[in-house]
């Protein structure tokens, strides 16, 4: 038995975490023998499963969820960051500091919007009740400060395309 031979039954005696482990590192590390080896120790087993086209599609689901989530929370902690940068700017005078985080905010606030509008743009097209997306979340439909502010227009497209390609299959 050759030290190749015995390296490859030693990967049979690995556990799946293991092994996946051990094959993300030869992945990362490029090393095409040493991953085709830990691949061909992973046992090969017969599964019964719900349909793969199901699991898929609540795979995407719960994929676009996520990726609305986290948008959802970055802008808001941005536009949060910056009322309150703009605050700070108003009690040390800086007028001109102040004004651009003001905008910064009203921005932050116009991308919430969109963010939203693509969201119900996209569950109406695909049988998807945005207030489940939004439950996941533990979000609410977003509500601006002033009742003037509008959605970014050009965001809200780039949101609907990037959602859009999540829930293709």
């Known amino acids: 038995m050759n030290h190749h031979d015995r390296l490859t039954k030693a990967y049979r005696g690995l556990n799946a975490d293991q092994l996946a482990a051990l094959a993300f590192h030869y992945m990362t590390d490029t090393n095409k023998l040493e991953f ?5 120790a992973v046992p090969v087993k017969t599964y019964t499963c719900p349909d793969v086209d199901y699991l898929a599609r609540l ?11 986290i948008e959802h929370w970055r802008l808001r902690c941005r536009k949060a ?3 309150a940068a703009a605050l700070a700017g108003l ?3 800086d007028d001109e500091k102040t004004d651009a985080l003001i905008e910064a905010h009203e921005q932050a606030e116009n991308y919430l919007l969109a ?14 009740d945005p207030a489940d997306v939004r439950k996941m979340a533990g ?4 509500k601006p400060m002033r009742g003037d502010i509008e959605a ?3 965001y809200q497209t780039d949101m609907q395309a990037n959602l859009a390609r999540l829930l293709e299959v």
């Open 36 to 40: 085709e080896r830990v691949s061909s």
């Open 59 to 69: 795979d995407n689901f719960t994929r676009f969820s996520a990726f609305w989530a």
């Open 81 to 83: 960051e910056m009322l």
């Open 91 to 93: 009690r040390r005078g």
């Open 115 to 128: 963010l939203d509008a693509a969201l119900v743009a996209i569950c109406q097209g695909k049988g998807i």
């Open 139 to 142: 979000a609410a439909p977003f």
């Open 152 to 154: 970014d227009a050009e």
